[in-house]
């Protein structure tokens, strides 16, 4: 089944599409948005020692420049407001690295009341990047992957965000705008 | 195209200076046609507008410079005529981004033209203390006089005003320390803060050619403008370097720093290079 | 024919029946205005070529000992300026036509017919009387225009008086001074007579001769002069504003070309310093600091009426340097220069005054975004200020690039340096302007109420565009009929349309042109080849990832004007701290105090003693010199 | 002056103070609500210009919140924390602003987590939290475990493909 | 017509048409962490600074009283990103004083060291960012590979390049490899040797210079009464330092100098941190040679079943942005009562903002940012 799938992606991928994947895979921009302590190992990964510029990848300054949403580690509520705008406002192709445990299942902070726990209930991610916090040749590792898919064709993460977009922003209303306690009785007690 | 290429080596040289590898050769150019396929975000058609001027201007501005004693049509290259084009060439950049709404950008300009006032002066100077030596505001005959062997460059002749275009041209190619119109930490880089896609393409395209077309100025200036077109354009590639080098140790001024030091440094070497040439 | 006297005849009554019938019909007055400016126009172009053509009236008076018997001489100076006077007003009357319909503006005709007629009579009559009489005319006529009956504007409006009255009252004692010499006030045989006087005996010559001057550049707004400018522009009426600024300036220029220029390139070219005659040396640099410090002060203006009007001190001052060189390129870009300012400064002015019509404001803070819902008014304005910022397609290029030619030629290098410093910096404070009106974020009262003017009002901004982008590719179909004027001054090349030639190089417009165009559609066809776009809203912007609505920014706290060059203005602090208009203030607060003192002397009894000490004090001085 | 002698002098000059020496530079201070202030006050007048931080405990079954306030001088090299007991059920307090400027974040963020009140703080705005519905998170009886399971842990995600 | 030379908060008083708003981060280039002020500006200039944080806010205090008291030792260090270990060292500490433990020495001597080091991976990578805060690259990704060999040394020594959790309550969690200590040795004379290249790009730059001087000027006593503390107060010219005042791991059997400046500025706060590179080279090389030897921890049976006796205390270390600190208060438990935090960037990043932003330029924000090096995370908690 799943092989179908793909086969059918690969027969649908014109030579044009072909050509212009290549230089995404290229050119793939990072965008400068440490979201969490996963930041820190970014800046070893593009220095002198793995010098990510090799491949063509760098950091820049604003989303409507970048390709990758990296996003480095947890999210707080607070921080995924911001997230969500950011993502919005990338163009089209746009691809998110999910950095660490904390973006799969929540990772050492999966009981605290600010974080959430699955990043890919609020954005589409394309691929995750598992520990914490995750090695520089791992990081490499993602984004060799991401070349390949990108190269395939199948790293659209932007097509199921547009395809199930009320179901995105259901999820992430239900944790930006929520309305009233979820402990009902609580509240009259204290407040 | 060969703009970008010098960008693409530029961009090495740094990596070497940071003892790094770099990225190849070519990446400039992906990253160029990977930005025109991509979706790009405006906000208005003054945006799109100020783009094609940018370009368009930039583009009929380098047809004006001689290539080796080379030009299109018999306009000598006439350097005031250069030097307002690409004015226009900014003000459509100016203007387009200005149209995206963000404050950032007009930051960005008001720095980059405050910086433009800087070194239009020392330029206006250095031009015209070639002016009075040829006679003639066209490019080609300033690089005409230099025919004949090394020793008749006018490196050699004028060094003073050679260092002190130097200054002048690190300046007009906003690289450190005169960067403060991109300055990414500071403005998140300023004027290219909205635009994506093919508005950033052609804003590369943009950047290639006025490289392009500083080099090719000042290698007519002070190189003897070259035999043929290769000797030319190592010539240029040369210029590049020197300022490619220079932006990868240094740091940024503020803005005011910059000017004043524009007005200061490079305005007394050209003062005392025409005190020598016209007292002499 | 109807002869040149008769169309001031016809402007004076024309004003008179306007001011006594038609106060109350805005719009009939101004098709009336129309009217006679198509016909002055149209006569006008009959005169050209019919140069030294002479009339004169059957009365003759005595000033004096002299007799006098007033007439017109239609020379090509006088023709060019009030054929550029016509047109322009007849341009803005259209534009008037509609601007009169918002309320807040009043009747302005019956003056500004008052300073046609003045005008007239300035650039045509042949004797300094009549001079004198349309200079005081233009003066008391355009205050009237400029108070326009509001205590508000009087502080402003009065600094405007005062200097068009000094500036009437060295005329006059100039020509007082011309009367006595020569015992003729006929303007043509007067220069002749000081050339030779200039020749003979330049200290006799030199005090006329710099009243002269003087009254011209403060009409003209030259530094230390150039306070009344802006303070003019902002307190007129929005329409008349382009007039004031495409004009009246250059009744400053009209008279120094009239008759200073001719004097000081042939009388004192033996006293010279760099290749020049001293007296003409000094004020091009006066031009050139003038252009300079306007440029700086226009860096930190907020008001855009102040702001151009501070444009048109600079240019006025490029101007002034290109004649003061006195070489027939000089003249001629200053002159082209002038005629072109004429043009692109007007337009400017009016797409200002369609922004005052459909917003009521001047302030640049207040404004942003309109381009969004005025795209007419905003090409106009963006043409305008690349023709003003001399870059190349537009007029203001060709005429800026002859200025650089000639003090090039005349190798006042230092002086080229500071005119390239103007220049740039007339690019930043443009850009300035044109970020803060038309670009950036528009403000939440204006994306509601803000829309295009009417098609009538846009029909001067079309024409100017299309002047303005022709003229600067084809800068021949306006130096070719100036051919004549040009002759006066000595140059005899004959233009082609669009080669102009330099003293160290020509320049093709055509050709720069083409390629510009060629480059815009290489780069058109680059953006429109590639990807599609995705077109979103203003205010979803790059704002580091937050929600602006969180902070309560609005499109109103998200546009940048204020301060757009702050730091280079800091830089300039030390010239601002002692600015001119300081001094003035301080004059002014002194001369008051002793106007009270003086008055104290004469109305208070127990001062009689002061009073009578000051008597004596007076005969003795005056016994001196007797 | 050694941290003992410290304490002794602050408890002779106030009696209604209890001290206790923790160990050689460090002494604790236990003070009622009322009149921690001029504790306070005193403390900072004589050398004690650096306060560290202030921190909330909410002693659930003493139905008391304790605030600390952990000072510290630059002359004595000497750390002194004053505990303040508040009541739990009407947990208000007076601010510190008067002494310490810097105070207003550390009284933003305690009444941020655990609703306790400083009068005389202008802005007591929330500075960490983000559409915050319970009660303040830090107290002992919200359960963060049995929160994050509620809020983030509902759902696969069925709905994405 | 000209307010140049009014003050910019009365400008922005008078009209707020002149206002306009500038998002600083938190997605924006300049800014180190997830953190941001949105500013009111004037011209080029801040009339008003807006705080933004919270962005990071995980709970620390919360999760840790519902952990095990060994459990907890995963989460501390990630309250500080760039400087892990004091946090192990200020809560081991803290434990330590409540149980009336005294550890071995060699573990004393290993905490020295393994403080020193993250201190040192912190400097560069702050004074990396001053580099990339003026655009000078080159001397970020200097910095940062060199870094990156003081990583590679606890990576060898601990398991963790970023995170080691490595003290432990009782001593540290194992002993020092073979031939690593020969291998900081070396480390320390090729950091000493790399110390003039950085005087050369960066501490020497007459750029840098001008850029540094009066950014953000402090006075010793504004430093004291605000709670700022470390580098940022010995820059005012304070020599105070927690490592001699309150000494804790084996300072107090450490030779030292406390390196102080006087102006308080951007400028001497950098010239501090060049200075203490001297200073942590010097101690981790005196704590090698005198490095004891005997056992490196006190065994304190099953950790699950761990429990600290009933009692509190507040335990804080010098990390290379300020005071550390940790109060523990135990009940007797397996799992704490209450953590309290003390981050030293908080009054920096939270309240000095408010004092230095208004007027100053916006070129300088990132700067003095970095200066200062506030930590969002360690305020955020």
Known sequence: MLNEIEQNRKERQSAWEYVINYFRKRSIWLLHYCTGCGAVELPPVMTSRWDLERFGVGPMATPRQAD???????????????????????????????????????????????????????????????????????????????RNMIQRGEAKGYDRYVKNYDWYKKNQKEILEREGSLFGEADDENK | MVGLLFIGLGRIITARVQRRIGPPFYQQFIDVIKLLARESIWHHWIMTLGSIMALGGLIATMVHVPVAGWLPYDSGGPIFLILYLATIGYLGMAMGVSASGNPNAPLGIGRALSLMLGYEIPFAAILILFISLTGSSSLTEIAAMQTGGFLSWNIVKFPLAFIAAEITVQAMMAEKPFDQMIAPSEIASGPLVELGGKFLGLGMIQMAVAIYFETAIMVNLFFGGGANIFTFTLKQFGVYTIAILINSVMPRYKIENAVRYIWTVPLALIIIQMLIVFLR | MISIGAMIILAVVLALITRVFLMKHKLLSWVLFSAYTAFSVFVLLKLYGNWNYFETMNLSYLVGRINMRPGFLNKPLGWFFSFFVMAMSFLNSFFSMGFSKSSHSRNIVPHWLMILAASLTVFFTKDWLLFIIGWETLGWASFFIIMGGKQKKYKDSMSYYFFSLVSGMLLIAAVWMIGIKFRTLNIHTTTRSMIILAKNTPWQAFPTLLMLTLSFLIKSGAYPFHIWAPRAHKSAPADFSPFISGIMIKFGIFGLLLYV???????????????????????SWLGIITSAIATVLAFSENDAKRLMAYSSVANAGYIITAIFLGTALGIKGGLLHAFNHMIFKAVIFMTIAAVVYRTGETDMNKMGGLAYKMPITFMTFLLGIIAAAGIAPMNGFVSKWMIYQALLGQKHYFMTVAMFFASTGAFLYLYRALHAIFLGQIREVHEREVKEVPFLMQIPMWIGMILMFGLGVFPGYLLRPMMPLMKTFGSSISESLNVVQGSVGSLNTLFSTVIFILGVVIAAAIFFLSAKTHKTPMMDNYTSGEDPEEWNVTPNKYQFSYGFYEPITKMFSWALKRSVDKA??????????????????????????????????????????? | MKTSDILNKTKELFPYISTELFEEQQGRIKVDNERFLNVLAYLRNSSFVHLANIFAVDWIEEKEFELNYNLWSYDHNSSIIVKVGIPREKPEVTTV????????????????????????????????????????????????????????????????? | MIDLFTDITEIANKDGNKVYDIFFGPNHPGMHGNFGYVVDMIGHSIAKARVNAGLLHRGFEKIMETNLWHQNLSLIPRICVVDPDPNEAAYCGAIEKIMGLEIPERAKFIRTITLEMSRMTSHLMGMGSVGGATGLYTVMYLMLADRDRLLDMFEWLTGGRIYHIYNIPGGVRRDLPKGWRDKLYGLMDFFESKLKEYDEILYRHPIIHKRLKGVGVITADQAKKWGITGPNLRATGVKFDTRKAYPYAAYDQLEFDIPTEKEGDALARA???????????????????????????????????????????????????????????????????????????????????????????????????????????????
């Open chain 5, 271 to 381: 010239n501090l941190v060049r200075a203490e590179f001297e200073v942590t080279i010097s101690i981790i090389r005196q704590a090698l040679d005198k490095l004891p030897e005997g056992d490196v921890n006190i065994k304190l049976g099953n950790p699950l079943k761990f429990k600290v006796p009933e009692g509190e205390a507040y335990a804080k270390v010098e990390s290379s942005k300020g005071e550390y600190g940790y109060y523990i208060v135990s009940t007797g438990g397996i799992k704490p009562y209450r953590v309290s935090v003390r981050g030293p960037s908080l009054p920096a990043g939270l309240f000095l903002c408010h004092k230095h932003l208004p007027g100053m330029r916006i070129d300088d924000v990132a700067l003095w940012m970095n200066t200062l090096q506030i930590c969002a995370p360690d305020f955020d908690r």
């Open chain 1, 68 to 146: 990758v949403f990296l996003v480095t580690g947890y999210a707080s509520i607070k921080t995924l407001k911001r997230m969500i705008r950011t993502y919005e406002q990338m163009p089209k192709p746009r691809w998110v690295i999910g950095f660490g445990a904390c973006t799969i299942n929540g990772g050492i902070y999966y009981k605290s009341y600010n974080v959430i726990n699955k990043l890919d209930r609020y954005i589409p991610v394309d691929i995750f990047i598992s520990g914490c916090m995750p090695r520089p040749e791992a990081i490499l590792a993602a984004l060799e992957e991401l």
């Open chain 3, 584 to 626: 003035y203030f301080k004059a002014s607060y002194i001369l008051k105090i002793i106007g009270r003192e003086i008055n104290m002397i004469f109305t208070d009894h127990n001062n009689w003693g002061y009073a009578a000490l000051l008597g004596l004090l007076a005969m003795i001085i005056g016994g001196l010199f007797l």
């Open chain 3, 261 to 283: 220029i001719p004097i000081v390139s042939k009388g004192y070219a033996g006293y010279s310093i760099f290749g020049m005659p001293v007296f003409a040396w000094v004020f």
């Open chain 4, 97 to 161: 602003l008067d002494l310490w400027e810097h105070g207003q974040v550390y009284e933003q963020e305690i009444h941020e987590f655990f609703g306790i009140e400083f009068a005389g703080n202008p802005d007591l705005s929330p500075l960490f939290l983000h559409n915050w519905k319970e009660i303040p998170p830090m107290r002992k009886d919200f359960d963060t475990e049995e929160y994050s399971k509620r809020a983030f842990d509902v759902g696969e995600r069925e709905g994405a493909k």
